[in-house]
């Protein structure tokens, strides 16, 4: 069984560039959820995807955006990034959705610096 | 307000001792779950154990048990016989009924170092 994986594991942008980050699921999950964990933080949801769409939503400006492709996998994207971006942002997949006992699978993150 | 605290910061435990991570809740949904997570320098989130607003038996893993408390609204994690490759961030998680997404609110967590 394949777990979660994300690429790149580390990444240097400058302030008001553009980012993708990728993220595969764990065999057999159809649901991914991205979160930021800022130096020192707990992580603090951005969104989530399931069947290619998105259906929930965290705190978080409209420049963050995401794909989910039919395979599952994901992508995260950051438009206009700015210094507080900087962050490990983990993805995350479960076989459901919503459910208060759905456990989910983290993968080891990618850290992004914007300098 | 917090919906998860985690007042330690840091905790330090002796290799074979038993420890004691604290998490306090709030919300004011019926139906909630709680997670705890390990987080290693990797980075990786791992699953360690789940108790839900219904369940009448405290959570029970392996080497980790959750001390469920509902009317005190907390759910701390007991580690019983610690080890080397406890030493770890600990996150407490919880997930509300209400909404219908994987949002999970995190505490700021508990640094645990095991010391030989």
């Known amino acids: 069984e394949t777990g979660v994986t994300q690429s790149p594991t580390h990444l240097i942008k400058t302030r008001g560039q553009q980012v993708t980050l990728r993220c595969s699921s764990q065999s057999g999950h159809n649901t991914v959820s991205w979160y930021q964990q800022a130096l020192g933080q707990g992580p603090q949801f951005i969104f989530q995807y399931y069947r290619e769409e998105e259906n929930g939503r965290g705190n978080f400006p409209p420049r963050f955006s995401g794909l989910q492709f039919p395979n599952y996998s994901s992508e995260l994207n950051v438009n206009a990034l700015e210094l507080d971006d900087s962050a490990l942002y983990l993805c995350a997949s479960s076989a459901g959705q919503g459910n208060t006992n759905e456990k989910l699978f983290f993968g080891s993150g990618t850290q992004l610096s914007v300098l | 307000a917090q919906k998860i605290t985690q007042t330690q910061p840091g905790m330090f435990v002796q290799e074979k001792e038993a420890v004691t991570l604290d998490c306090t809740y709030d919300?004011?949904?019926?139906?909630?779950?709680l997670f705890w997570y390990k987080q290693p320098s990797s980075g990786e989130m791992i699953f360690l154990i789940y108790q839900g607003s219904y369940d009448e038996q405290n959570a029970t893993e392996g080497r980790y048990s959750l001390n469920f408390q509902k009317a005190r609204k907390s759910a701390n994690l007991v580690i019983s016989a610690s080890q080397l490759g406890d030493s770890a961030m600990y996150f407490c998680?919880?997930?509300?009924?209400?909404?219908?997404?994987?949002?999970?609110?995190f505490g700021t967590g508990t640094r645990l170092t095991v010391i030989p």
């Open positions: 998680a919880m997930r509300e009924g209400q909404n219908g997404a994987n949002n999970l609110f």
């Open positions: 919300t004011s949904d019926q139906s909630y779950g």
